[in-house]
């Protein structure tokens, strides 16, 4: 099993629905991320978490959410999903510390149409 | 802010050509500096993870360079194949993004048979 797992692998979404992407880990990692990936910009950071009680917005948090339900699970939510949201979201986690490496996710493959 | 630049954005070599891949940063406090490869549609794969007091690191064919001072990393891929074609991406983790991974656009690199 992959250490950072993400669900759906796809998914096709109309414009106005809400939809969650969900994150588990096995890696035992406090951190976990949200980013967003869209041709030619790179990845961009949506939310990050440092522990359960602790969740921050990244540069382009505007239009979605966060739940931070245990140590292994980050779920990131669109409430109502417009077509530029349409992009690969990834979800990566980190050891507490600032040496370490990160570790990502297969990612999401949303289209909002 | 910290921005990461990778230039190319693409590179074409026939099989067995040393790759050189670029990445430059404009905060020299970093961390460290981790190097992906990316297949189409795919997650990240983490190649190696620099820290800011080393000079470089190895793995395999993969050497990743540091030079912190002037704010640049070069990875090198030895005697190229085929399977080496994946889009590459640097990120750095340092005090101007608040200690979280900042990416650069990437490299897409194809190696011709």
């Known amino acids: 099993d992959a250490d950072v797992t993400q669900t759906p692998r796809n998914r096709i979404t109309k414009t106005g629905k809400r939809i969650m992407l969900e994150c588990s880990q096995t890696?035992?990692?406090?951190?976990m991320y949200w980013y967003r990936q869209d041709p030619g910009l790179g990845l961009r950071l949506i939310y990050y978490?440092?522990?359960?009680?602790?969740?921050n917005k990244g540069e382009i948090s505007d239009g979605y959410s966060v739940s931070r339900q245990a140590q292994a699970k980050f779920s990131l939510s669109l409430e109502s999903a417009i077509p530029n949201q349409t992009a690969l979201y990834f979800c990566a986690t980190s050891p507490t510390g600032f040496g370490y490496g990160y570790t990502f996710g297969s990612g999401t493959r949303l289209t909002v149409v | 802010k910290q921005e990461v630049t990778q230039i190319p954005a693409a590179l074409s070599v026939p099989e067995g050509e040393n790759l050189v891949l670029n990445c430059s940063f404009t905060d020299s406090a970093i961390y460290n500096l981790q190097w992906f490869r990316q297949d189409p549609g795919k997650g990240l794969t983490s190649l190696l993870l620099i820290q800011s007091s080393q000079r470089e690191q190895t793995s395999g064919r993969l050497n990743a360079s540091l030079d912190k001072s002037s704010g640049r990393s070069t990875l090198y891929i030895a005697a190229s194949q085929p399977g080496d074609s994946a889009t590459y991406l640097c990120?750095?983790?340092?005090?101007?993004?608040?200690?979280?991974?900042?990416f650069g656009a990437g490299t897409t690199v194809t190696v011709r048979a």
């Open positions: 978490s440092f522990d359960v009680k602790d969740i």
């Open positions: 890696k035992g990692h406090d951190r």
């Open positions: 990120a750095v983790r340092g005090r101007a993004n608040g200690y979280k991974l900042s």
